[in-house]
T-cell receptor, first 113, second 113 residues
Framework: GNSVTQMEGPVTLSEEAFLTINCTYTATGYPSLFWYVQYPGEGLQLLLKATKADDKGSNKGFEATYRKETTSFHLEKGSVQVSDSAVYFCALSKGGGADGLTFGKGTHLIIQP | SAVISQKPSRDICQRGTSLTIQCQVDSQVTMMFWYRQQPGQSLTLIATANQGSEATYESGFVIDKFPISRPNLTFSTLTVSNMSPEDSSIYLC??????????FGPGTRLTVT
């Protein structure tokens, strides 16, 4: 079956540091890949997506590239801010929005001023 | 994106009782989904609810425990039946959007005593 593995947290960084959160997946076929973010006290928000190999999703300074050869979708940001502190979930869907999502366990990111 | 609301936002229930959670969307959508997020855990798909057909349940979830209704294209309900403390979780609905994206409601925080 499908599965998503992400690095365990919490990840603690200083403001303006470079961020990488690793995500690898196991799936048959060509899934769509997503990063969701859950800010403290808020609901789950779609951060970015990629629907085919070599696609790069980007939003709010975050980027992730769909790497089929390494089955990875690592999240990166060049300079993090305190406001980026949140829990980040990597997810996949076999059928895009027409299919349920399989989530990773989530990575708690803490940015210190 | 779609705007999704859930009722109630939270509830405390006694074991052996049932709770029905409502999910309302501001646009007509074909695909709706229900997830569970247990304390400190990731999200797990419970079932897919399409209007006009029976819900499709994931492994480990059964209709007798989690009956779902989908009477029209903007509304769905999830009932958590014969509750036990192990059912204490956040329950979220989501909708499929534009073929590739899913958007989530704010969640219902359920505590079973």
């Amino acid at each position: 079956g499908n599965s998503v593995t992400q690095m365990e947290g919490p990840v603690t960084l200083s403001e303006e540091a470079f961020l990488t959160i690793n995500c690898t997946y196991t799936a048959t076929g060509y899934p769509s890949l997503f990063w969701y973010v859950q800010y403290p006290g808020e609901g789950l928000q779609l951060l970015l997506k990629a629907t085919k190999a070599d696609d790069k999703g980007s939003n709010k300074g975050f980027e992730a590239t769909y790497r089929k050869e390494t089955t990875s979708f690592h999240l990166e940001k060049g300079s993090v801010q305190v406001s980026d502190s949140a829990v980040y979930f990597c997810a996949l869907s076999k059928g895009g929005g027409a299919d349920g999502l399989t989530f990773g366990k989530g990575t708690h990111l803490i940015i210190q001023p | 994106s779609a705007v999704i609301s859930q009722k109630p936002s939270r509830d405390i229930c006694q074991r052996g009782t049932s709770l029905t959670i409502q999910c309302q969307v501001d646009s007509q959508v074909t695909m709706m989904f229900w997830y569970r997020q247990q304390p400190g855990q990731s999200l797990t798909l419970i079932a897919t609810a399409n209007q006009g057909s029976e819900a499709t349940y994931e492994s480990g979830f059964v209709i007798d425990k989690f009956p779902i209704s989908r009477p029209n294209l903007t509304f769905s309900t999830l009932t958590v039946s014969n509750m036990s403390p192990e059912d204490s979780s956040i329950y979220l609905c989501s909708v499929g959007w534009r073929g590739y994206e899913q958007y989530f409601g704010p969640g219902t925080r359920l505590t079973v005593t």
